[in-house]
């Protein structure tokens, strides 16, 4: 198994970011990370751009719709028209491109002091067809975070990350009951633009991209290394996120060198996206041998609900009913690993 670690829904000049793809390549090189996947508004103008810059593949996508529905639109050749009062039609036009799609920041809360409180909800839950929700929203979930003046402008100069919790746990809820009865797949994306923080004569970026490619990033699991070959490498991290062979990570905490969470029995060892057919010696493990036990919280949810939780970097246990089963693990008691699930029918 080979693991690739990147980060998705980037804004570049292309639309409202402030850098060039390579130079935001060079930011993502900096921070260590193996791909990106640019979603400009309304354009697939880079496209012509993707390919590897500074050693780091870029991939380049879309986002669709403006005033709420936000999609993001991967693997697509063709622009989608947005279409605000039906998100419907632009997930069904991305799938007849053989492309894949993530509702984006699905929950917003805003913020009276940061763009006049404008939220970008999902407002349409008779969708289906979707491949995965972006289940956290690193700038939206600071935005929402800043409900008072004086503690927005000390996050904004002393503490960055002071707002940022974890996944929003309403994003978490409804993805655990869609993954119940169908595959989906659960993304951070970080909405990266180098966006600046601005009330009357403060005015600060929060958010430089290579700060944000050490945020919550998407770790992927690959059978084979990542191509060098750039149409190969995209076929590689696409079908990883399409089949949920991701998990979401919070760098600022660390990297998880060694994790890993498998389901095995007597048919095979089978990882995040997996489906296994319970027998009488189904066992689940999680590892996570390079951090301290006492620094780490384990919880292991099935079908959404807590299932076992355990202060460890490792536990072993005994599957004994069906079920969507997912890990979480806490670092010092903040938001580390999320992982997408396993399923066992
Ligand atoms: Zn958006
Ligand atoms: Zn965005």
Redesign the pocket.
Known sequence: MHIVTGNI?I?SRHSDGSAAIPEIAAAAAKAGLDYIIV?D?QTLSGLPEEGYHHGVLVLVGM?INRTKN?Y?ALGIRREIPDNDESPQAVIDAVNEQGGLGFI??PFEKGSPFVLDGITYPWQDWKVQGFTGIEVW?W?SQWRDGIQKLLKGLFYAYFKPDGPISGPCPQALKLFDKIAQKQKITAIA?S?A?NWHFRYGPFQRCIFPYEYLFRTANNSLLLKEPLSQNVKKAKKQILEALRTGRAYIINHLLGKADGFSFFVANEKGIFNLGDTVTLTANTTLSVRCPFVSARHLSISILRNGTVWQQEENNRCNYQITEKGTYRVEIRHKKKSWIFTNPIYVV
Do not use: S, V, Y
């Open positions: 829904h804004h979603t508004h986002e936000h993001l984006a920041h929203n700038c994306g909405d633009h």
